[in-house]
């Protein structure tokens, strides 16, 4: 079946330390791929997506985001944390490469920020 | 710009109340969605718009959900007889087209006592 996981669940992280959420997903092409944040309260916001073309995709908020087809997986990265990253973290995909209307949705990753 | 709205933020209700859901999508946006973001069940897509139809209305967990939208834009979600398995986020999102990047609203909480 197709799936999108972000094993980890919680992830607490110091400020100014590096982060890593991971993301991989399960389906026969690579499909379009997307990161969103939640702030408390908040609707979802897009930090940067992949369609094609360079892995290595930059997003807002000094995000990035590198496509790896060999492992299926779509991890999201920041060199260094601040407090307001604190938030949730989804990784979403658009299974089909013409693109269809019905994101399939991780489970979500909280980030905590250690001042 | 301004981008996607959704109206009541919060929305408490008695079970077997019908409630009404409102989504105002970014201006020039053709497609538009909804979700569901519940405890447990992570984020659900609900029903899919283009224009005034919905072609996949697939997600929509009982025949209690329906959904329209009219001219083009405003679109309601209508829960009928609601319960309490109901209480969620429900997010609204819009889009271009049907296949582009889904901008997403802050969302209605609805709590069903």
């Known amino acids: 079946a197709q799936s999108v996981t972000q094993p980890d669940i919680h992830i607490t992280v110091s400020e100014g330390a590096s982060l890593e959420l991971r993301c991989n997903y399960s389906?026969?092409?690579?499909?379009?791929l997307f990161w969103y944040v939640q702030s408390p309260g908040q609707g979802l916001q897009l930090l940067l997506k992949?369609?094609?073309?360079?892995?290595l995709v930059q997003g807002i908020k000094g995000f990035e985001a590198e496509f790896k087809r060999s492992q299926s997986s779509f991890n999201l990265r920041k060199p260094s944390v601040h407090w307001s990253d604190a938030a949730e973290y989804f990784c979403?995909?658009?299974?089909?490469?013409?693109?269809?209307?019905?994101?399939?949705f991780g489970t979500g990753t909280r980030l905590k920020v250690l001042a | 710009g301004a981008g996607v709205s959704q109206s009541p933020s919060n929305k408490v209700t008695e079970k077997g109340k019908d409630v009404e859901l409102r989504c105002d999508p970014i201006?020039?946006?053709?497609?538009l969605y909804w979700y569901r973001q519940s405890l447990g069940q992570g984020l659900e897509f609900l029903i899919y718009?283009?224009?005034?139809?919905?072609?996949?209305k697939s997600g929509l967990p009982s025949d209690r959900f329906s959904a329209e939208r009219t001219g083009g834009s405003v679109s309601t979600l209508t829960i009928q007889r609601t319960q309490q398995e109901d209480s969620a986020v429900y997010l609204c999102?819009?889009?271009?087209?049907?296949?582009?990047?889904?901008?997403f609203g802050p969302g209605t909480r609805l709590t069903v006592l």
């Open positions: 999102a819009s889009s271009i087209a049907d296949a582009d990047t889904q901008y």
């Open positions: 718009f283009q224009g005034n139809s919905a072609p996949d």
């Open positions: 992949y369609f094609s073309g360079d892995t």
């Open positions: 389906y026969g092409a690579t499909p379009y």
């Open positions: 201006s020039g946006h053709t497609a």
């Open positions: 979403a995909v658009d299974p089909s490469t013409s693109g269809t209307y019905k994101y399939i």
